[in-house]
């Protein structure tokens, strides 16, 4: 058998559940896959679940679990050997309730966690609140942030003398959210970050027709990050941007698929030290 045969049939030994919440979901599970690990996935949407259809999963679970003990009888019941949190930054919920189970169950567990995008210091916020702290008096904010933290933020905002418009995603509560923090008719739109027939061209519209002056988002690292970034830069817009939690205390962070992909061949095939199991 060749080498390459071999260290593939061993990494069939090792069953990786994802934690997916993230645009690096699919291609995470793609390289594990492809790097012969036997791969389950965990989403909390059907949407999210569609790009995982046509892949070769031992497991795909839709939904969020009701409970600690609910998420511990899944990681023992599918006999993984190894978890990776790879959800949204700010979900810190599951993130620590990932840590809980995988040090009760004694799992290795794994944080994967996409680079920070360029901001100046000033511009980064640590909570929603802080906006009533900044020279807004005038300007014209538009949210993009979590619809829990809207009304927070829009009145935080308005504290501040802002006018405040908001982009959240079309899901029925991330409306209720929006109405319930005053963003609605003119002053709300509707739409998933990076669609359209150019990516960040309806961002970039709804700045114009807007006169948008102020941008908040979250520093999330991702694609939705990113867009903002770019807008900012080329419209001469200010951006600000929610600081993102601190890792959990703990567990080993890996920055990309290949640093996460020498983690579990590492793990597979007996490092002199390895990944923290949990906390």
């Not at 996409?114 to 802080?130: A, F, I, K, N, Q």
């Not at 992909?261 to 793990?267: I, S, V």
């Amino acid at each position: 058998m060749s080498a390459i045969l071999m260290h593939r049939w061993r990494n069939r030994q090792n069953h990786v559940l994802v934690f997916a919440g993230t645009g690096e979901g699919p291609v995470i599970a793609g390289a594990l896959l492809e790097s012969g690990h036997r791969v389950s996935i965990s989403v909390v949407s059907a949407a999210g679940a569609r790009s995982y259809s046509a892949m070769p999963l031992h497991d795909l679970h839709v939904g969020a679990f009701p409970s600690q003990d609910s998420l511990e009888e899944h990681l023992t019941a599918l006999g993984v050997t190894f978890v990776l949190d790879a959800t949204h930054p700010f979900a810190l919920q599951i993130s620590a309730q990932l840590r809980m189970a995988c040090s009760i169950l004694n799992l290795p567990l794994l944080r994967f966690e996409r680079p920070d995008h360029d901001v100046s210091d000033g511009s980064v916020l640590s909570t929603v609140g802080d906006l009533s702290d900044c020279a807004l008096s005038g300007h014209r904010l538009l949210l993009a942030v979590g619809a829990r933290q809207l009304a927070s933020a829009a009145a935080a905002a308005r504290l501040a003398g802002a006018s405040v418009h908001a982009r959240v995603l079309p899901t029925p509560e991330a409306i209720r959210q929006a109405g319930l923090a005053g963003l609605f008719g003119e002053r709300l739109a509707v739409l998933r970050p990076g669609t359209g027939y150019r990516t960040g061209g309806l961002e970039a519209a709804l700045c114009r027709r807007w006169q948008i002056t102020d941008v908040l988002c979250r520093q999330s690292g991702g694609a939705a990050d990113q867009l903002w970034s770019d807008l900012a830069r080329r419209h001469s817009i200010r951006l600000w941007k929610l600081k993102r939690p601190n890792p959990m205390p703990n567990v080993d962070v890996v920055h990309s698929v290949s640093q996460l992909c020498r983690q579990l061949n590492d793990h597979v095939n007996g490092p002199e030290t390895g990944p923290h199991h949990g906390g």
